[in-house]
């Protein structure tokens, strides 16, 4: 998490900066900061709060100068306030420190540095790093980047960071390991940015730094890039974004998540261009692993959060189509708990939209530590989990800005069924009847999907309004629709922070169900194929406690209708595709109730896009 930005040049920094930070917001947003240097200076401004009450604070000053770094902050070690802001000053006001990441030893490290006469104002670990960086240079009188270098030799953890020495504006200082770091360069003039979208108004040309590699930026001259280990020096590889400007603006609606749940026609076509043809199917990353895939004798998906519950639909979809037992693991559990995993018959699958999540990250580490295939669903091309991974699968939703996940959630749920279909197909394990009939079925999604959006929008406008006000939800769904039910509820939370919670319908009785009175309202996904008749029972359950019945179902759908107190009507579709259509009507339920609420929507508070932290 926390994001950060800095430019030198020949422009004047600031606007860079602030524009910069608004856009990496995602990132975090409970406090920030900027720095800008002039010759022998520089003008440090932070404030708690999102990057506007930071902009507010400096409205009326005029800030100088060609060079300067930004921060903003998801509070890790201290409080999110002013003072443990970034960027931070080492004690001699010299070196002025951005970070994102977290420094595992600094408590070590600052005893040490206690002891030989440092003070510290904040709690962060942050300041430990900066002042670790001037003890260095200072005793053993070293250039900046030589002190940067042998202190981040020193450091246990993760972290993106830049420096600069207020003497020296003319160089910034940056390094990298397991927090992400995107170069824009142009003719005189380098951007620095947790990822390239804040400098893509002036470059397309970027370097992502890999972990264990710093550069040093100096005005005018090239690009000098190093091994922090050994200080060799490397040749940077230049990619040119195909990022397209439009993808990162609001445009005509009011918050990024509602433009995104209206993409999702779109973004799903996007997955399936150039991967579904007239029955073929085509994924890059399983054709060149192709015997891997036939032979696996098990799969396991790890994820987090929306990334999760996508991979438990994945586990439904691959144990049905292609008959390979699969396990769901969140990745945080998986990676502490020394997990067992058959090197010749195991495949390991990574989902992450960000690419960045450092439990996920760590998973897939071990995994191929351990010697196993790991195959990447990943939205954020060239993030370190889709370096990292032995194969993989883009799922080509663009860049996803609002920090509850939509698209990405449907495109990775796209390319998990593309997956299902394509191995079931080497495996023989669905007859070409089914086959046909389903790859036929999913051409048809993006449509479907639209007219998803066109039939449920003022029905689901009726039911915030009656809701929005409520203590509690509870979502039921059974069998695929099950995993949509748990994505309903985190929707929910995360955004209007009602609480709610996610269960198969049946296993409401061994518990859950003494919470139903008349002011619990039940979200059902009560589509036809889908146990329907059990379902049914299950909502007569609930009508006995009074509580109250949303319902979604298939057109024509008759007596799930009957029973309900709001039904909401979606297009028919086989079973194994419904979930790319049932969660669409929870997405904006969800978002029409905070915004309801009056919350902000595309960030809500504690949490960040990209949970770089473990
Ligand atoms: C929920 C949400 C989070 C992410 C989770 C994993 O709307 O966005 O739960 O799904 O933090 O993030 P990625 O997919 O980037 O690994």
Redesign the pocket.
Known sequence: MCGIIGYLGYRDAYPILINGLKKLEYRGYDSSGIAVFYENGYTLYKSKGKVNELKKKISSIQIKGTTGIGHTRWATHGGPDDVNAHPHVSNSNELILIHNGIIENYHAIKIILLKNGFTFKSKTDTEVLVNLIEFIKKKNKLSLEEAVRISLNEIVGAYSIAIVEKYHPERIVIAKLGSPLALGINEREFFIASDPIPFLDYTKNVIYLKDGEMAILRKGEELDLRKIVDNHKLSPIIQELQINLKEIEKGEYKYFMLKEIYEQPKTILDTLRGRLTDGLIWINGVESNKNIFINAKCITIV??????NAGLIGEYLLEELARIPVEVEYASEFRYRNPILEKKDTIVIV???????AD?LSALKLAKKKGVFVFGICNVVGSSIARNVDAGAYTHAGPEIG???TK?FTAQIAVLVLLALKIGKYRLSLTEYRYNHLCQEFGLIPEKVNRTLEMIENDIEKIAKAYYNVNNFLYLGRGINFPVALEGA??LK?ISYIHAEGYPAAEMKHGPIALIDENMPVVIIATKKGCYEKIIGNIQEIKARKGKIISIVNEGDVQVSMLSDYVIKIPNISEELSPLLTVIPLQLLAYQIAFIRGENVDQPRNLA???TVE
Do not use: D, M, R
């Open positions: 994820a987090c959060g929306s990334s999760w989902i992450s939209q960000s690419g960045e999540t996920t920090v509850a996940s990405a985190l929707k995360e896009k990209s949970v």
